[in-house]
Structures are given as C-alpha cells and as structure tokens.
C-alpha cells in the first residue's frame, strides 16, 4: 500500500460537515443574484439540498436549475473560506502527521465537499497532496457523492493506482472506499465516538496519526 487517500470533513476540519448557515446564506444569495423571489417554503427547499425540489422550483420560477445550483456553490465555497480564516471553524490537531506522511508516500484528498473548497483547505493547511478532489459544482456532481464511489475512482485513475487507503469518519466513507476497492480506516473523532465502526472497515483508528504506523507495517 503506498496511496492514502483522506476525507475532508470530520477528519481535516473540525466537525462532520459544513454548517448548514452556510448553505441558508448561499441559497439567497444565489436568489437575489438571479433576482428570484421564492415563497418562504420554495425558500426553505432551496437552501436544502432536495435536488428534485429545487428543479421543480427553478422551473416554477423561470430560473436555470443549473446557474442557481452553481452559484449557490460558489457562494457556499466563499462562506466556508471566511470561517476557516476566522477561526469559526477549526482545523483538528494531527494534520501534521498528514503533512509527513505526504512527504514519504502519495497522498491524496478526496470528499463530498466542493471542489473548491478541497482546493482551498489543501492550501490553508499547507498539504502538498498529489490529488485532491471534491465534488463538481452542479446537480449531477452533487448526486455523485458518497457512498457513490465516483469521485474516489477518478482520483485513483488520475493517479494511476489502483489500489490504497482511505481515511473517512463516517460509514458512507468506509462503503465507498471499500467499493472503490481500497482498504478502508474508521477514525474516531467527537461526532462519533458512540457510533460502531462499520464492520467492513480494514482499521479503526483513534488518530490521524495512527496512519503511519498503518502504512510502515504494510510495506514490511
């Protein structure tokens, strides 16, 4: 094994996904910029992420489901971005051990979240992954996301490799990544520590840094 692939939320980023303020606030702001006037329940639909509920309502409303989808994402990215700079949302202790292992083995980045965002807190926390890869900005990019494996497929095409390690805090990660034919690592983080590990899980770990001991005894 010489390819480890980590998920974002709940392993990098404190917390197991991006607050849903976030989304409220990019959901009208995407509005106002498509000078859209929903009702308060088409509102609440579009600041949710029923797919079929927001195309149903683009369409009532004369507005393109995929320019909305788009901007709702980008001004997601943006919300997420200024959290993280202002310290709101925070950065879990052990990225370190990512850092190093980025300097030994391939490493890569892989999660539900936007595209751009993964690119950003690759950046922020000063990883040099070999691959990073969230999900594209439209509806069929957000219908594409775990326990779909498609994005951990086109990460390890990209790489060339076939096979590795991923690193996820939720049970969708271990499906994924063991239907995307890696071996699988539950970590354990606040969020879930009453939760099983998911029986298919290859590892069940208690830190980030636990991955380089699971890697040093693969290769002996």
Known sequence: MT???????GVLLEGPRTDPQVYADAADAALAELNAEPTPAQ?????NHDVERIRTHCEELGIDPARFWKLKETHASSGTHDRLRSGERGIYEGVDAIRELSDRTTTGLV?????E????VAEYV???FDIVRGREPTLEGYERRKPDPYYLEDALAELGVSDGLYVGDSPKDIVAG??????TAFLRRSHNRGRECPPNATYELESVAEV??????SVL
Not at 43 to 47: A, K
Not at 111 to 115: A, D, E, Y
């Open 3 to 9: 390819t480890v692939l980590f998920d974002m939320d």
């Open 43 to 47: 509102r609440r639909d579009f600041r």
């Open 111 to 115: 999660t539900n979240n936007r595209h």
């Open 117 to 120: 965002t993964a690119q950003f």
């Open 126 to 128: 000063g990883i040099d």
């Open 178 to 183: 063991q239907a995307a034919g890696l071996e």
């Open 212 to 217: 380089l001991s699971v890697i040093d005894e």
